[in-house]
């Protein structure tokens, strides 16, 4: 079955710190790959997404993964962080067929950022 | 482009009784709609899916009874939680994909919260 595997739940960097968030993903063929930041009460933004071609994806406010296939992994990193980083982050596999498709999640990464 | 609003934000509910949210595409025709939910400081559970004009298609678990969606036009779906309960208290998110040559991308709805007293 599809699964998304978010390892680290909270993770805490000093401003201007880099940042590195891991993301496991199973699935059986290429996936479909999705990067999501959510704000405290708020819906989902799309920061980035993978489907083929360059495996360094490039995203908003100066995110990007990198899509390793024999590591099963995307994981998402920022050189410098910003206060205003500071928000869940979700990783995310979209399942394709049996009539329609659907997103998968992992169980997110909270972000904290210290001044 | 590519916004999706729902309303209301917030809604507070009395037990027993039913409430419905909105989920509106703004700037583009949404031929699939998706509802989640999302406990606090949790993931986001997909309820069901749903296709313009035809029924909807629920996950394992969640009860069609309870929660009616109706997908009637390209634009809108609509989430009624009938017999509410305060275990439906939770932050129910919609999501909207159109074209399929947009690579299946699902634009999200800022969310409604509900809470069930």
């Known amino acids: 079955a599809q699964s998304v595997t978010q390892p680290d739940i909270h993770i805490t960097v000093s401003e201007g710190a880099s940042l590195e968030l891991r993301c496991n993903y199973s699935?059986?063929?290429?996936?479909?790959l999705f990067w999501y930041v959510q704000s405290p009460g708020q819906g989902l933004q799309l920061l980035l997404k993978?489907?083929?071609?360059?495996?360094l994806v490039q995203g908003i406010k100066g995110f990007e993964a990198e899509f390793k296939r024999s590591q099963s992994s995307f994981n998402l990193r920022k050189p410098s962080v910003h206060w205003s980083d500071a928000a869940e982050y979700f990783c995310?596999?979209?399942?394709?067929?049996?009539?329609?498709?659907?997103?998968?999640f992992g169980a997110g990464t909270r972000l904290a950022v210290h001044p | 482009g590519a916004v999706v609003s729902q309303h209301p934000s917030r809604v507070i509910c009395k037990s027993g009784t039913s409430v419905k949210i909105e989920c509106r595409s703004l700037d583009f025709q949404a031929t699939t709609m998706f509802w989640y939910r999302q406990f606090p400081k949790q993931s986001l559970m997909l309820m069901a899916t749903?296709?313009?004009?035809?029924?909807?298609?629920?996950e394992q678990g969640v009860e069609k009874d309870k929660f009616l969606i109706n997908h009637a036009s390209l634009t809108l779906s609509t989430l009624t939680v009938t017999s509410a309960h305060p275990e439906d208290s939770s932050f129910y998110i919609c999501s909207a994909s159109g074209d399929r040559d947009a690579h299946y991308e699902q634009y999200f709805g800022p969310g409604t919260r509900l809470t069930v007293t």
């Open positions: 699935y059986g063929a290429t996936p479909y």
């Open positions: 993978y489907f083929s071609g360059d495996t």
């Open positions: 995310a596999v979209l399942s394709l067929g049996g009539g329609y498709n659907k997103l998968i």
């Open positions: 749903s296709n313009e004009g035809s029924k909807a298609t629920y």
